[in-house]
């Protein structure tokens, strides 16, 4: 899959919605160009200017903090002109609809638009509407694919591989929108998926992916080389979904008894934000041994970097006007 006129890998897709349908190829592509910005963003001088004269909108309808940092710092490291606007300051508060929302931005001539939403579908609809690439930055409990991309990026990283790796997502599956893109790109790369929650937090159906599903922390864990931690998205919850949080922690929260099932180096990851002492002990996140949570952030810049390097080329691409 390269490049008619060079030989760099090419990543065919003119958005990035999610990762469910993206080839092993395609998202191989999107990692081996985040490695390249690993080593830079730890030089003193971070700064290129492949994006310069370009313009990204981070359009943010639900509250973020890390992720929109993140898109901000990428988007600035790359020579970008970068732009926030979240919903306390737009229009949708007057009772504009996300496609004049759209429109309207469109008319600015943006070359990307990272855009989070708290329906599933609205990022897809909305890309459907501008000239502009577009990323999810999350959309309801959808998907948030650069989020599995950079989780991935550290698996690999400190394992080599994805492929073989049995890994174990636990918590609040129903609505997660990490643990959806996370499931898709961990069996798309050979990887084996176990998800562990009560059966109120999985969604009916789930195993089809092709995961399998326990209930249960010890067995769940039994082996894992990954243990990845969701947070309990109490703000997606009406109505009970566990007795109180304190017997959800004594089942589900992730303590150094039940990550002794897992094997004896595997690996602790969280996407953040953490509810310590409610899906995770403080200790065990912060175990400098295994915990991979801090490295997970840090690849977050360069994963994002890459998507919107790739995404801008892909603006020169005709024939992907209507990918
Ligand atoms: N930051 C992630 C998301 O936006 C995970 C979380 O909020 O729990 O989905």
Request: aromatic residues 4%; neutral net charge; proline residues 4%.
């Amino acid at each position: 899959m390269c490049d008619g006129s060079s030989d760099r890998p090419f990543f065919p897709h003119r958005h990035l919605l999610g990762i469910e349908g993206l080839s092993p190829d395609e998202i191989t592509v999107l990692l081996d160009r985040s490695e390249n910005y690993v080593e830079q963003n730890r030089r003193i001088d971070k700064k290129k200017s492949l994006l310069r004269g370009r313009t990204i909108i981070n359009l943010f309808f639900e509250h973020s903090t890390r992720t929109r940092t993140s898109f901000e710092l990428a988007g600035k490291r790359l020579g970008g002109d970068v732009i926030n606007m979240s919903l306390s300051t737009s229009s949708i508060k007057k009772g504009e609809t996300l496609i004049d929302t759209a429109m309207t931005l469109n008319a600015m001539h943006p070359d990307v638009l990272v855009v989070r939403h708290q329906s599933s579908g609205a990022v897809k609809l909305l890309s459907e509407k501008v000239n502009c690439a577009v990323i999810n930055a999350g959309d309801g409990s959808h998907e948030h694919p650069t989020q599995a991309l950079l989780d991935a990026l550290t698996i690999r990283r400190r394992r080599g591989t994805l492929q073989g790796l049995q890994v174990a997502i636990c918590g609040d599956i129903t609505h997660s929108r990490v643990a959806r893109s996370n499931i898709h790109l961990l069996l798309a790369m050979g990887a084996r998926v176990r998800l562990i929650a009560p059966a109120t937090l999985i969604p009916p159906g789930i195993e089809h992916l092709g995961a399998e599903v326990f209930h249960e922390m010890a067995a769940g864990l039994k082996n894992c080389d990954i243990v990845m931690m969701l947070r309990l998205q109490q703000e997606r919850m009406h109505g009970g979904f566990f007795p109180s949080i304190r017997e959800y922690f004594t089942h589900f929260g992730l303590d150094y008894p039940k990550l002794a099932n897992a094997k004896s180096d595997a690996l602790i990851m969280h996407p953040g934000p953490m509810n310590r002492g409610v899906e995770i002990d403080a200790e065990v996140a912060d175990d400098f041994g295994r915990s991979v949570i801090r490295e997970q952030v840090e690849m977050g810049v360069a994963v994002r970097m890459a998507c919107l390097e790739i995404l801008t080329e892909n603006l020169d691409r005709p024939e992907l006007r209507t990918n």
